[in-house]
């Protein structure tokens, strides 16, 4: 990039063409006074503090505005610029509340900086008209206050939710005299659409926007979001034993710092009252606490009991990746099979299944950071502002760049909003939609032919279905008009490059696979895989998903997605290990159940997997689990499923260990031991590691994790770079297969990772959802995510502040089918399917569209998956967890 030379104060400093004068001074260590600025916003003006001489001229410049040029002079302080930023801030002070040491941004201040450096004649500050206001304070938020009584106006928190939010809850109101922070109609914080990701607040120069909790920690340490599978990089904030405060991590190139307001806020269950402390044994009907060494005797008598096929395990999402290759070597190597399974079942299987089939790889093909500079993207099937915000915030910037978006959701999502194309498909239409753009890109002649010829195979047999797909059979099906499903094939196909993001909108169906690969399919019809912010890019839900995936958490591989079924993979295991190893596959999370029901599943060991709430037909999985002779669950806290349990262990959270978690992107990220384990608890590695030695095995005399992580990238190929030293400071997005590979942050570039180098095109036909709505049940239920809760809420129900923004299930209905069934916002209902049925809340919303109603899983007291279908995806055993035919009534 361009550099120019300019001279602030008498001293050279070279900069870059495409700073302002405040940027070039403060890089160079060179201090403006500043009240409006911050890096990342676009520069205001609004503070008239950084006025400076330029080149000799009379009228002072605003430094902020002011591009710097080649051979420009730059004066920061005379008497003159030294008079008019005394005034100004004196105009300030004389309306700001000056009881500095009550407030909570005493001592890191920036109008005390400011101040201290420009000084205020306190004389001239007695003869202005004082005016300070005595505005009520906004405590409605439950995680921090608006204060104007201390606002100096500079407008970040209005640029920061403008800019970098795109939400606009904040503008200046009542403009002139009175000018305050408003939200629309001065509403409370609360009721207004702030999303309490509490950006401004940390962006805030002042004490108008501070935290509730207030406490400063006394040391600080890094590591990765517990929560969805975005891995920001986060900041604890610790005094003593307790997590006072949450930051997010500027330097971390997943996030740049910005955080959800989950991330940022829902940390209370770290300390909680109700954490378990001590292992429980079930006798006689009721839990007793146990001492550690009983509770693995038990463990250990009864799974010796149960070894082979009477025995399996579900691994964790939310568990690190030591711990997860930990609990699969466990469950391979001393129980002797391979029912091992793990939650990825029930979001992105058919990702995996479908993309490893036509790409070779079943993750994310390129990097968040690219999402942001891409010229089109296709958004279906992810509400990502909810499930995964800080990628949400990426679609919005590509949208501020010029990007085109389309969203093609059965739900007017929020990112509708942002749209330039929204198809609204019925759903479970997703392969008819897919391939409907697919026929009008290749009838059209807009298909990338050469990248097809050179790179692609089977091109001519996927042709060749795309006959079912005409345009009027695809109107028909999807109930998207075919003049809007031919301007979204020409848009995708016209801007490059497009990336396609996708989340269980597309996954949990019966034929989820099929919708995976229809993506493949566009994407690879058009070229735009294996090159910048394109490609085919699942978001992963949970903070481990991928890294308990690549960690052969799986029946049918081992870590790095090697088939358990290969002799040859087979008898490398066996010889890393010692042990003899099983060479048939397992069954999935969805057949173990099953089995357990049927009594060919005797022993189960559940770890960090709340199954009572996250899977279909909750009665049928109580049954089954009832049936077990044998089951232990390993958590943090007694979810439902623990209270099911014939021994629970309480094992360590996020912050109480050190480990890996390898997020969305593939990047393999630190995750570090901020407190001590809570009360008698231990690491979920540790735990494991001490069943398989009370059962007399060897090959788990780990010291720590850094052991565990070594042995697994020695034995799998896409970590084999990979050690702790080389990510200490920033992850590395696998595959790394040398000590001195820098990662692969985009797939597929050159080769696609198929046997022979080449993706593959699939047929497809058209597979209704396996549920239909009829006479008595009319309605179509899907299920989603909040931007406040996090799976089945074991972590954040237990936060009072995300209860106090959404504490109950609701059933969201749009106005023309609550009309009809004489229902009105907040009328209690009856949800019932052909499997159960759960009490909730109706909230009526245009987002639903007539004929469906939508409700989330995050409440044990409203437990949705009672109702929904499982219906089971026939490649990757994902159950349809997106369709399910319902009725509803007013209580």
Request: charged share 25%; aromatic share 8%; proline share 6%.
């Given at each position: 990039m361009q550099k120019v030379n300019i001279t602030i104060d008498g001293v050279k400093v070279e900069t870059l063409a495409s700073k302002n004068v405040l940027e070039a001074a403060l890089e160079n260590n060179i201090y403006i006074p500043n009240l409006c600025h911050h890096p990342d916003l676009v520069p205001s003006g609004t503070c008239r503090m950084c006025l400076v001489e330029v080149n000799g001229g009379e009228v002072l410049a605003v430094a902020c505005k002011t591009p710097v040029a080649e051979g420009m002079s730059v004066v920061t302080d005379n008497p003159v610029i030294r008079s008019v930023r005394q005034i100004t801030l004196e105009l300030l002070h004389v309306n700001h509340t000056q009881d500095c040491t009550n407030c909570g941004k005493n001592t890191n201040c920036q109008l005390q900086?400011?101040?201290?450096?420009?000084?205020?004649?306190?004389?001239?500050?007695?003869?202005?008209r004082k005016n300070i206001p005595a505005v009520e304070k906004d405590t409605s938020n439950p995680f921090f206050t608006l204060d104007h009584n201390r606002c100096i106006l500079c407008g970040i928190c209005v640029r920061t939710c403008n800019e970098i939010q795109g939400v606009d809850a904040l503008q200046f109101g009542y403009r002139g005299?009175?000018?305050?922070?408003?939200?629309?109609?001065?509403?409370?914080?609360?009721?207004?659409?702030?999303?309490?990701?509490?950006?401004?607040?940390?962006?805030?120069?002042?004490?108008?926007?501070?935290?509730?909790?207030?406490?400063?920690?006394?040391?600080?340490?890094?590591?990765?979001?517990?929560?969805?599978?975005?891995?920001?990089?986060i900041v604890l904030g610790v005094r003593g034993e307790t997590v006072v405060s949450v930051s997010?991590?500027?330097?971390?190139?997943?996030?740049?710092?910005?955080?959800?307001?989950?991330?940022?806020?829902?940390?209370?269950?770290?300390?909680?009252?109700?954490?378990?402390?001590?292992?429980?044994?079930?006798?006689?009907g009721e839990f007793v606490e146990a001492e550690w060494d009983d509770a693995l005797e038990v463990i250990a008598n009864n799974f010796s009991k149960y070894k082979g096929e009477e025995f399996a395990a579900f691994a964790s999402a939310r568990c690190t990746n030591e711990e997860n290759y930990i609990i699969q070597k466990f469950t391979r190597a001393v129980m002797g099979t391979n029912n091992i399974d793990h939650c990825a079942r029930l979001c992105h299987a058919p990702s995996v299944a479908g993309l490893a089939q036509s790409l070779g790889s079943g993750a994310m093909t390129n990097s968040i950071g690219e999402i942001g500079s891409a010229a089109l993207i296709l958004a279906i099937g992810t509400n990502t502002t909810e499930s995964h915000p800080v990628i949400g915030l990426k679609v919005k910037e590509a949208k501020r760049k010029g990007a085109k978006i389309i969203v093609a959701n059965p739900r007017r999502i929020d990112l509708c909003k942002f749209a330039d194309l929204w198809l609204q498909q019925r759903p479970g239409t997703d392969v008819a939609l897919v391939m409907g753009m697919c026929r009008v890109i290749v009838d059209e002649g807009l298909a990338d032919e050469p990248f097809i010829e050179e790179r692609c195979e089977e091109y001519g047999i996927m042709k060749e279905s795309l006959k079912e797909f005409g345009i009027e059979n695809v109107e028909r099906i999807t109930g998207v008009p075919a003049g809007l499903i031919k301007e979204a094939a020409r848009m995708y196909a016209g801007n490059s490059p497009a990336?396609?993001?996708?989340?269980?909108?597309?996954?949990?169906?019966?034929?989820?696979?099929?919708?995976?690969?229809?993506i493949s399919n566009l994407a690879l019809l058009t070229g735009n895989i294996g090159k910048p912010s394109s490609g085919v890019n699942p978001l992963r839900g949970q903070n481990n998903v991928q890294g308990a995936c690549d960690m052969g958490a799986l029946p049918n591989v081992y870590p790095g997605y090697q088939k358990v079924s290969d002799p040859a993979v087979?008898?490398?295991?066996?010889?890393?290990?010692?042990?003899?190893?099983?060479?048939?596959?397992?069954i999935t999370l969805t057949e173990i159940v099953d089995s357990a029901y049927r009594k060919n599943i005797r022993a189960l060991y559940i770890v960090g997997e709340n199954s009572m709430l996250s899977e279909p037909d909750g009665n049928h999985v109580r049954k089954a689990l009832q049936k077990l002779d044998f089951l232990v669950v390993q958590d943090i806290f007694l979810?439902?499923?623990?209270?099911?349990?014939?021994?629970?262990?309480?094992?360590?959270?996020?912050?109480?260990?050190?480990?890996?978690?390898?997020?969305?992107?593939?990047?393999?990220?630190?995750?570090?031991?901020?407190?001590?384990?809570?009360?008698?608890?231990?690491?979920?590695?540790?735990?494991?590691?001490?069943?398989?030695?009370?059962?007399?095995?060897?090959?788990?005399?780990?010291?720590?994790?850094?052991?565990?992580?070594?042995?697994?990238?020695?034995?799998?190929?896409?970590?084999?770079?990979?050690?702790?030293?080389?990510?200490?400071?920033?992850?590395?997005?696998?595959?790394?297969?040398?000590?001195?590979?820098?990662?692969?942050?985009?797939?597929?570039k050159k080769r696609f990772l198929t046997q022979n180098g080449k993706a593959r095109f699939f047929p497809l036909q058209f597979i209704p959802p396996s549920e239909a709505p009829d006479e008595d049940y009319p309605l179509i239920l899907t299920t989603e995510r909040s931007l406040y809760h996090y799976h089945t809420g074991t972590m954040t129900r237990r936060v009072d502040g995300l209860n106090n923004l959404n504490g109950m299930e609701l059933v969201q209905m749009n106005p023309q089918d609550a009309g009809e069934l004489g229902l009105a916002e907040g009328d209690n209902v009856r949800v019932t399917s052909r499997r159960g049925e759960v009490d909730a809340v109706v909230k009526v919303t245009r987002k639903s569209p007539p004929g469906m109603i939508s409700m989330s899983f995050h409440f044990s007291e409203s437990p949705t998956n009672l109702l929904t279908n499982p219906a089971l995806d026939p490649v990757a055993k994902i159950p349809e967890l997106k369709v399910c035919a319902v009725r509803v009534m007013k209580l």
């Open positions: 900086e400011v101040t201290s450096y420009v000084g205020v004649d306190e004389e001239r500050i007695g003869q202005m005299y009175q000018t305050v922070i408003s939200t629309f109609m001065n509403k409370p914080v609360k009721e207004s659409v702030c999303e309490s990701c509490g950006e401004c607040v940390v962006r805030c120069p002042v004490g108008a926007l501070l935290p509730k909790n207030g406490l400063k920690p006394s040391r600080e340490v890094k590591t990765v979001c517990p929560y969805c599978g975005v891995g920001c990089g997010g991590d500027r330097e971390s190139p997943v996030n740049n710092g910005r955080l959800c307001v989950k991330g940022r806020f829902g940390y209370n269950w770290i300390n909680h009252s109700e954490r378990l402390k001590k292992p429980l044994i079930r006798k006689d990336s396609v993001i996708y989340a269980m909108g597309v996954t949990q169906h019966s034929h989820g696979t099929d919708n995976v690969l229809a087979k008898e490398k295991f066996e010889k890393a290990w010692g042990y003899s190893l099983s060479g048939k596959s397992g979810s439902e499923t623990a209270t099911l349990a014939d021994v629970v262990l309480p094992a360590s959270g996020f912050a109480e260990k050190d480990g890996t978690f390898t997020n969305t992107e593939r990047r393999v990220q630190r995750v570090r031991k901020a407190i001590n384990p809570i009360g008698g608890s231990m690491p979920d590695w540790r735990i494991t590691c001490r069943i398989a030695q009370k059962m007399g095995c060897d090959g788990f005399g780990f010291e720590n994790p850094e052991e565990i992580f070594t042995e697994m990238a020695s034995l799998t190929p896409s970590y084999s770079g990979i050690n702790y030293e080389r990510i200490e400071d920033e992850g590395l997005s696998w595959p790394v297969p040398s000590i001195s590979h820098n990662g692969t942050p985009i797939l597929h």
